[in-house]
Nanobody, 118 residues
Framework: QVQFVESGGGLVQPGGSLRLSCAASGFIFSSLPMSWYRQAPGKERELVAAITTTGGRVNYADSVKGRFTISRDNVKKTVYLQMNSLNPDDTAVYYC???????????WGQGTQVTVSS
């Protein structure tokens, strides 16, 4: 079955960086675009970044443009999110899913918590 295992979150000071990873299984990873989402307390889950199958096209939420970079390794079946210049508004649980504009699977992994605080 489809599975997403997110990792790499943690506590970081404002201005710091983190690199998230999401290992996917249960589908042909190289055939689907992938995305990162996040959900902050009391807020709806939002799309953060998306990448096409070969990485030829990427898309970012306005709030993270210029600070976050999405990438993927189709051999390792893993999608990454490099996050720089983090600020407290980036605090959330981060998830990945297949798809570019909308999540393709109703299943969600456990996510990885990112907390930006001094």
């Amino acid at each position: 079955q489809v599975q997403f295992v997110e990792s790499g979150g943690g506590l970081v000071q404002p201005g710091g960086s983190l690199r998230l990873s999401c290992a996917a299984s249960g589908f042909i990873f190289s055939s689907l675009p992938m995305s990162w989402y996040r959900q902050a307390p009391g807020k709806e889950r939002e799309l953060v970044a998306a990448i096409t199958t070969t990485g030829g096209r990427v898309n970012y939420a306005d709030s993270v443009k210029g600070r976050f970079t999405i990438s993927r390794d189709n051999v390792k079946k893993t999608v990454y999110l490099q996050m720089n210049s983090l600020n407290p508004d980036d605090t959330a649980v981060y998830y990945c899913n297949a798809g570019f504009d909308i999540p393709l699977y109703t299943y969600w992994g456990q996510g990885t918590q990112v907390t930006v605080s001094s």
